[in-house]
Nanobody
Framework: QVQLVESGGGLVQPGGSLRLSCAAS????????MSWYRQAPGKGRELVAG????????NYGDSVKGRFTISRDNAKNTVYLQMNSLKPEDTAVYYC???????????WGQGTQVTVSS
C-alpha cells in the first residue's frame, strides 16, 4: 500500500535548523514530483518547496527562499527538506506530497510538527 512517512520534526529555537525526511513506498517514487507543504494553525495549506522527478528543478515559496532546500534520493525513495534560519512563523505541520504529472494522482503523508520557539 502507498505510504509517505515524514520524520525529523520537533522543537527548535529561532535561527536553528531541522532536516525533514519523507520515506515513500508502494508506488514508483521516481515517477512523481515531490513537494513539501505546511499548514499553520488557523491557516490554509501552503506550498513550501517542490522538486521534479529527476531532481533537476526545484521551486520554493517566497517565505522560505534562501533558507530551505529540497532534495531527493530516488535510490532511497526519500525526499528531504533542509530548513535553516528557522523563524517562529515557520511553525506548522509539514506534509509530504507526491504527484504524478500526467494524471495528477496525488498522495499525502500524515504530517510532522515543526515548532520554532525560544
Amino acid at each position: 500500500q502507498v505510504q509517505l512517512v515524514e520524520s525529523g520534526g520537533g522543537l527548535v529555537q529561532p535561527g536553528g535548523s531541522l532536516r525533514l525526511s519523507c520515506a515513500a513506498s508502494g508506488f514508483t517514487f521516481s515517477s512523481y514530483t515531490m513537494s513539501w507543504y505546511r499548514q499553520a494553525p488557523g491557516k490554509g495549506r501552503e506550498l513550501v518547496a517542490g522538486i521534479t522527478k529527476t531532481g533537476g528543478s526545484t521551486n520554493y515559496g517566497d517565505s522560505v527562499k534562501g533558507r530551505f532546500t529540497i532534495s531527493r534520493d530516488n535510490a532511497k525513495n526519500t525526499v528531504y527538506l533542509q530548513m535553516n534560519s528557522l523563524k517562529p512563523e515557520d511553525t506548522a505541520v509539514y506534509y509530504c506530497n507526491a504527484k504524478r504529472d500526467y494524471d495528477r494522482r496525488t498522495y499525502w503523508g500524515q504530517g510532522t510538527q515543526v515548532t520554532v520557539s525560544s
